[in-house]
C-alpha cells in the first residue's frame, strides 16, 4: 500500500488573527494613533462649541448696540425739541420788550423752563442791551445744558462700548472656527497613519499630528473662553 503523504493547508498553519502577536512597538503606535484622535475630536468639539458661544455673544452686543443708538438719538431729537422750544419762547419775550409790552413780557419769562431761567440770568447779569461782548442768547450760556444731551452722550459711549465688544466677540468666533481647521488636519494625519505599514512614515506622521494638536491648543488657550 503506497504512503500517502497529507499536506496540511498554510492558512491552518497559521494561528487565527486574533491570536497573532503584535510587536509591542505596533501597539504603542495604534495607541499613539487613537489618543491623537481622540484629543482632536475633543478639542474639535470645544473649538466649535466656542465659536457658537462668540457668535451669539457677538449677535447680543451688536444688538444692544444698535437699541442703543436709537435711544440715544431719541435723546438726542428730544434736547433739539426743547432747544427750539427754549429758543422760541425767549424770541418771543425779546419781542414783546422791545415793543415795551411789559405784561406779555412777564408772561413769556414765568413760561421759561427750569432749565432756561439759570441760563437767562446769566445772560441778563451781562447787560447783553448795552454790552458787546455779552452772548447772543441765554442758550449760549455755560448754565443752559439740557440733560437729555447728557444722556444721549452717554447712551452713545455705552453703544460704542457695546459694539466694540460684539467686533472682539467675532474676532474669536472667527479665531476659534481657524483652529478647528487645525485639529481637522490632526484628525486626518492620526487617521492615516493606522493604515500605513512603514513604521518610520507612521511616526513622522504621528509626530507631524502631534505638534499640529499642541500649537492648536496652545493658540484655543489663549483666546479664553465665552
Request: glycine share 4%.
Amino acid at each position: 500500500m503506497p504512503h500517502v503523504h497529507a499536506h496540511v493547508p498554510h492558512e491552518l498553519s497559521e494561528p487565527p488573527e486574533h491570536e497573532r502577536k503584535v510587536p509591542r512597538n505596533e501597539r504603542i503606535l495604534e495607541f499613539a494613533a487613537v489618543l491623537l484622535l481622540s484629543c482632536a475630536t475633543l478639542a474639535t468639539a470645544w473649538s466649535g462649541y466656542q465659536a457658537a458661544l462668540f457668535a451669539g455673544k457677538q449677535s447680543q452686543r451688536y444688538a444692544q448696540a444698535s437699541s442703543l443708538r436709537i435711544h440715544s438719538q431719541n435723546q438726542a431729537t428730544t434736547a433739539g425739541q426743547f432747544r427750539l422750544e427754549d429758543l422760541l419762547l425767549f424770541n418771543r419775550w425779546l419781542d414783546a420788550r422791545e415793543t415795551g409790552n411789559q405784561r406779555l413780557e412777564s408772561i413769556y419769562q414765568r413760561r421759561f423752563r427750569a432749565r432756561l431761567r439759570p441760563a437767562f440770568n446769566a445772560w441778563i447779569a451781562e447787560h447783553p442791551f448795552s454790552n458787546p461782548r455779552a452772548k447772543p442768547s441765554p442758550l449760549y450760556e455755560p448754565q443752559y445744558h439740557p440733560a437729555e444731551v447728557d444722556e444721549a452722550a452717554a447712551l452713545d459711549r455705552e453703544a460704542d462700548i457695546r459694539y466694540e465688544e460684539g467686533t472682539a466677540a467675532k474676532e474669536k468666533d472667527d479665531k476659534f472656527i481657524l483652529s478647528t481647521v487645525f485639529f481637522a488636519a490632526v484628525l486626518f494625519f492620526s487617521g492615516i497613519s493606522l493604515r500605513l505599514d512603514w513604521r518610520p512614515l507612521r511616526i513622522a506622521i504621528l509626530a507631524f499630528g502631534t505638534l499640529m494638536l499642541l500649537g492648536g491648543l496652545v493658540f484655543v488657550f489663549t483666546l479664553g473662553s465665552a
